[in-house]
């Protein structure tokens, strides 16, 4: 099971860019690593999603090293509206898989003015 | 119109009754999932289905039952609900598995 490893809490001003760390020592072959945004009471939100490398979207990028025992949400210029927790999952990708699904306690990132 | 919609939104109920929680998809996606998430903390697996015929347990499903009525409902109870089920209770669709669309969530206060 591969269980993931975030910082609780992070703080940033509007306009810098921010990155958050996720470990994930045991992460296996099939395994994809996604990330989400949450809001209070709100259910959380599909981010991005990689297997290695660097993936880009038109809101983040994931940074994924060779070993793939780590991941990295960067978030560029982020604004006031971009305080939230963010997860991220690390979830096999193939049919009749029977692997359990782990969230992390993920990261509550507080954007100051 | 949302894409996973649950119902009910809120629900306070009494120790020892029964309750169920619907949810309900359009998106087409094989997969579903039941999360609970207490104040402040992670989502943990309740049940999840890949098909119809599908059902398999979560890292907590003592307490709770599910039922996959057709591709785009899935329904999560508890037979006899107790304080510490209190918690925002979210379903999930996927067509992969990693990438998860979640419904807004049903709070659920057993008093």
């Known amino acids: 099971l591969a269980k993931t490893t975030q910082p609780i809490s992070m703080d940033s001003y509007e306009g810098q860019e921010v990155n958050i760390t996720c470990s994930h020592n045991?992460?296996?072959?099939?395994?994809?690593i996604t990330w989400y945004q949450q809001f209070p009471s709100q259910g959380p939100r599909f981010i991005i999603q990689?297997?290695?490398t660097k993936v880009t979207n038109e809101v983040a990028s994931l940074f994924i090293p060779a070993d793939r025992k780590s991941s990295t949400l960067s978030l560029p210029r982020v604004s006031l509206s971009d305080t939230a927790v963010y997860y991220c999952l690390v979830a096999p990708v193939s049919s009749g898989s029977a692997r359990q699904l782990t969230f992390g306690s993920g990261t509550q990132l507080t954007v100051l003015p | 119109d949302a894409d996973v919609t649950q119902t009910p939104r809120n629900r306070i109920t009494k120790t020892g009754k029964r309750i169920m929680l619907e949810c309900s998809q359009t998106?087409?996606?094989?997969?579903m999932y039941w999360y609970r998430q207490d104040p402040g903390l992670g989502l943990q697996l309740i049940y999840y289905?890949?098909?119809?015929?599908?059902?398999n347990k979560g890292e907590i499903s003592d307490g709770y039952s599910v039922s996959r009525q057709a591709q785009a409902k899935f329904s999560l109870s508890l037979e006899s609900a107790i304080p510490n089920q209190t918690a925002l209770y979210f379903c999930?669709?996927?067509?992969?598995?990693?990438?998860?669309?979640f419904g807004p969530g049903t709070r659920l206060t057993v008093t």
């Open positions: 990689g297997y290695k």
């Open positions: 999930a669709t996927s067509q992969t598995g990693a990438e998860q669309y």
């Open positions: 045991n992460i296996a072959t099939n395994d994809y």
């Open positions: 998106k087409g996606h094989d997969r």
């Open positions: 289905s890949f098909d119809v015929k599908d059902i």
